[in-house]
């Protein structure tokens, strides 16, 4: 069942990608061929499949942000970099301009991105906490980067202005970490 679980998932993904919220239950079951009773028994409804999609991707994150901290190649720096930045190779064309279309129509699932886009700091951290000790970057307080970071990373979800720029999400995420990385070295 997780199996399935996992393909309606990552085809509504693709979906959401391809027509924002205009994409329906309807063509996501024909696509995948199975049936509307089978989405709605593992999802309930549209909102639920939308925040079990966020989910997903978050934990895919997360594993990605694991192999990066794992890889002893990596120098400590560079890790910060790719986690921060960090989005799994199959999600890094999704169109984050047509995130903030959830919050008129799905509030819930937009304040679900938001909150694990505020909460899900723990590799981040430890790592930044590391580079303090190591003499790396400058030593102040954690939060403060952070809510920079959640800061840029929200207002580039609200703004059109990568859609119009040609700028990808996860070009802008790398440039927004790089140039704050810069302002914190040592």
């Not at 008129?104 to 991105?113: F, L, R, S, T």
């Not at 000790?133 to 403060?144: A, D």
């Amino acid at each position: 069942m997780e199996d399935i679980k996992a393909k309606v998932i990552d085809e509504a993904i693709a979906y959401f990608n391809e027509k924002g919220l205009k994409f329906t239950i309807d063509e996501l079951v024909e696509e995948i061929h199975i049936s509307k009773k089978t989405v709605y028994k593992l999802f309930g409804n549209k909102v639920e499949l939308l925040k079990d999609a966020v989910d997903y991707v978050f934990e895919q994150i997360k594993e990605k942000e694991n192999e990066i901290i794992a890889d002893d190649s990596i120098e400590l720096l560079d890790k910060i970099t790719l986690v921060i930045s960090c989005l799994p190779d199959k999600y890094a064309d999704i169109d984050f301009g047509k995130v903030y279309q959830l919050k008129a129509k799905y509030p819930e699932v937009y304040d679900h991105i938001i909150d694990r886009i505020e909460n899900s700091w723990e590799n981040a951290d430890k790592l930044l906490e590391e580079a303090m000790e190591k003499n790396l970057i400058r030593k102040i307080p954690i939060t403060f980067i952070r809510l920079m970071l959640i800061g840029c990373i929200e207002q580039t979800i609200r703004s059109t202005d990568l859609t119009t720029s040609g700028c990808g999400y996860g070009e802008a995420l790398k440039e927004m970490v790089s140039v704050m990385m810069m302002g914190i070295k040592v």
